[in-house]
């Protein structure tokens, strides 16, 4: 499973994201994995943000970005995206995105996207 990250860039606090998060797999196995996106700020450990685990229910949100991002999974093409709104200078970091298989529990980790959010 190869996942490719993009939309990463430098905002102002306060301004809008969106990652996009797209696995080269087909769409059946696609469905067996959850899909996650971590966060990693410089000199901070890699911290878990979001998870979807199917289209219609399964998503959870750290308490930190709760009502602020949204996981979005598109089990036709493959892709997750993350919406992220009302960003804060704590949401910098590199986003990655991680795909879990539901049953082995084999990984697999994206090349990660850079996020800025200036003041």
């Known amino acids: 499973v190869r996942l490719v990250e993009s939309g990463g860039g430098l905002v102002q606090s306060g301004g809008s994201l969106n990652l996009s998060c797209v696995a080269t797999v087909s769409t059946s196995t696609f469905k067996l994995y959850t899909i996650n996106w971590y966060r990693q700020a410089p000199g901070k450990v890699r911290e878990l943000v979001a998870s979807a685990t199917d289209v219609i229910t399964g998503t959870t949100y750290a308490d930190s970005v709760k009502g602020r991002f949204s996981i979005v999974r598109d089990n036709v093409e493959n892709t997750v995206h993350l919406q992220m709104q009302s960003l804060e200078r704590e949401d910098s970091g590199v986003y990655y995105c991680?795909?879990?298989?539901?049953?082995?529990?084999?990984?697999?980790w994206g090349q990660g996207t850079q996020v800025i959010v200036s003041s």
């Open positions: 991680n795909a879990r298989h539901q049953w082995t529990q084999t990984e697999y």
